[in-house]
């Protein structure tokens, strides 16, 4: 199926920069991360989360590149597989396509994940329902725990955010990070 879908070219009259769907799977995987859609540089590279965001995302899990990238560890499905363009607020929301050719496909295959980040909104929605915000579901997941953790997304334009709500890197990623490693280390 990974190849099928790295093949697809269903939205490609929509996409600024043509069809190249970046995802990261293996049925082993532990840890899924569930994500918007991949930047210009994913999209370029052909490799999730290869800038400044997938830093601090890296920093965020406590993952090194090796583990990270790791498909047997962690699997990486956005809710678009290709870079959507860019707007003037900064990329566009994924394909609305996409989720519905790919997602429950791909969530099927991967039975032995065991926690899942879910990183953006339109992650959130499919993931956890209604239209909250982040900082009410990470507050949430602070309180009572469970195997899906939303997460702001890690790009530069949210260090606002970061700022406004010092609990998350303080509070909320130490207890991710170690939530990651029990999950790995079993």
């Known amino acids: 199926m990974a190849r099928r879908a790295r093949a697809c070219t269903h939205c490609i009259d929509s996409l ?3 069809a190249n769907p970046v995802f ?51 699997a990486i499905v ?47 929605r499919w993931h956890l329902g209604g239209t909250g915000r982040v900082v009410h579901a990470a507050t949430r997941w602070l309180e009572e725990g469970g195997n899906v953790v939303p997460l702001p997304h890690p790009s530069p334009r949210n260090n606002g955010w970061l700022k406004r709500n010092p609990w998350f890197e303080r509070d909320l990623v130490p207890r991710l990070q170690a939530r990651i490693a029990s999950v790995l280390a079993c």
């Open 78 to 124: 956005p809710m678009g597989f290709c870079f959507p363009g860019s707007g003037p607020g900064g990329d566009l929301p994924p394909r609305p396509e996409c989720a519905p050719l790919w997602r429950d496909r791909f969530l099927d295959q991967l039975g032995r994940v065991r926690l899942t980040l879910v990183i953006g909104s339109h992650a959130q």
């Open 16 to 18: 600024p920069l043509g």
């Open 24 to 74: 990261q799977v293996h049925a082993d995987a532990r840890i899924l991360l569930a994500s918007q859609a991949p930047g210009r540089v994913a999209h370029e590279s052909g490799v999730p989360f290869s800038d400044r965001s997938g830093r601090r995302l890296r920093e965020w899990t406590g993952l090194d590149g090796a583990t990270f990238y790791d498909p047997r560890r962690v």
